[in-house]
């Protein structure tokens, strides 16, 4: 049971462009909602965050924006860098559950000079 | 630059031998978490420790794996004996709930170890 998909394993973007990334998730008890960004051989590291009193945070290129309606949110980066190319993550969570997250499978971007 | 940190990186073993990997979270951090990395499944939890007691083991193969906070420093995951099926990354994660109860919270991974089982 995947309560958090990422359905797009990957993206390819040119430099400059805005990068979206899609994740739906099926828990209606989620409130809270990240992005982490993944590196080769290294661990994820938080991107940015939202609570489901919000429908949109913003910080640099990168905004998120949460449509709890229909359960999905998104990531949108702009301008997409070559940098930028990592996996990225969308993990949930809710307060009952206390800090456990659930993550999605993940969307690998490549950024091209 | 607070970190959590994992040893060993890289661990290479033949089938049923004991394995075991260690994390440190960030000092001052009240949760743990372990996940385990693979191609099929992403990111899945295995276990999770609140105030170094055990909240969530429901992730993990109970026969074989065991998690314990021997001190707020110190996170171990063992396996014992370990399967082919166990080759993946484990990453440990460490976070602090605000209000102490349990309220969602950022997580901060350690940079994994990818455990290889031949």
């Known amino acids: 049971d995947q309560q958090v998909k990422q359905n797009s394993p990957s993206l390819s973007v040119q430099e400059g462009r805005i990068s979206i990334l899609n994740c739906d998730y099926t828990?209606?008890?989620?409130?809270?909602f990240l992005w982490y960004k993944k590196y080769p051989a290294e661990g994820p590291t938080f991107l940015i965050s939202i609570s489901s009193i919000k429908d949109k945070n913003e910080d640099g290129r990168f905004t998120v924006f949460l449509n709890k309606s229909a359960k999905h949110l998104s990531l949108h980066i702009v301008p997409s860098q070559p940098g930028d190319s990592a996996v990225y993550f969308c993990a949930s969570g809710y307060k009952a559950a206390g800090n456990k997250l659930t993550f999605g499978g993940g969307t690998r971007v490549l950024v091209k000079p | 630059d607070a970190r959590v940190t994992q040893t060993p990186r890289h661990k290479v073993t033949e089938m049923g031998q004991e394995v075991t990997m260690r994390c440190q979270p960030i000092l001052g951090h009240n949760t743990v978490f372990w996940y385990r990395q693979t191609m099929m499944q992403g990111l899945e939890l295995l276990a999770y420790f609140r105030n170094r007691a055990p909240l969530d083991d429901s992730g993990m193969p109970k026969d074989r794996f065991s998690a314990e906070m021997p001190d707020a420093t110190l996170a171990t995951l063992k396996i014992q004996p370990s399967e082919p099926r166990d080759s993946a990354v484990y990453f440990c994660a460490s976070g602090l709930t605000a209000d102490g109860k349990g309220a969602a919270d950022t997580q901060y991974f350690g940079p994994g170890t990818r455990l290889t089982v031949l």
């Open positions: 828990n209606s008890m989620f409130d809270y």
